[in-house]
């Protein structure tokens, strides 16, 4: 990798990370190059797909911020609601529920769950009998896919999970 590849690589990277604008002023004295370089390689940067904003207090990157984790999980059908209420009350997202059935293969159902309303139709809709949980197939091992804002938010939410003896950890 070229010198101006990773220096893109690295001013990406920051921009990524940082709550505020980044200046370019900063960015030039940080990789020891000119304005006129830093504004090239923004140029570049944007060139490859990533949309940065430039703003009079420098650069920032306008993408969704999410990071994401996978968890295997293993509950009751009763605990079913306070898993699914835990993991949205600390701010992530339930992306989908996955299992991994011995004869089917992998089975995955996409769920999107941000909120205790969308929980309660969800239960609902188990409740009324449309249909069981995935995880019924499994012996009640199952994972989910949890998008959150940081990997703070994802910390967060496996401590909860292992304190409430829902996370499945790994041997």
Do not use: W
């Amino acid at each position: 990798m070229s010198g101006g590849a990773k220096r893109r690589e690295e001013m990406l990277s920051m921009i990524k990370r940082s709550k505020k604008p980044v200046p370019g002023k900063e960015l030039a004295e940080m990789f020891g190059v000119s304005r006129q370089v830093i504004v090239q390689d923004i140029a570049l940067i944007r060139a490859s797909g990533h949309e940065i904003l430039s703003t009079n207090r420098g650069y920032l990157l306008n993408e969704p911020r999410t990071v994401s984790r996978i968890f295997k999980v293993s509950h009751t059908e009763d605990e079913l609601e306070d898993e699914l209420c835990s993991i949205v009350d600390l701010g992530g997202e339930v992306v989908n529920v996955m299992v991994n059935h011995r004869v089917y293969g992998r089975m995955e159902a996409p769920l999107h769950i941000t909120s205790r309303r969308r929980v309660a139709e969800f239960i609902e809709d188990i409740r009324s009998g449309k249909s069981s949980p995935l995880m019924n197939i499994t012996s009640h091992y199952h994972y989910h896919t949890v998008e959150a804002d940081c990997e703070d938010t994802l910390n967060l939410i496996e401590d909860m999970l292992r304190r409430k003896k829902y996370l499945v950890e790994a041997r």
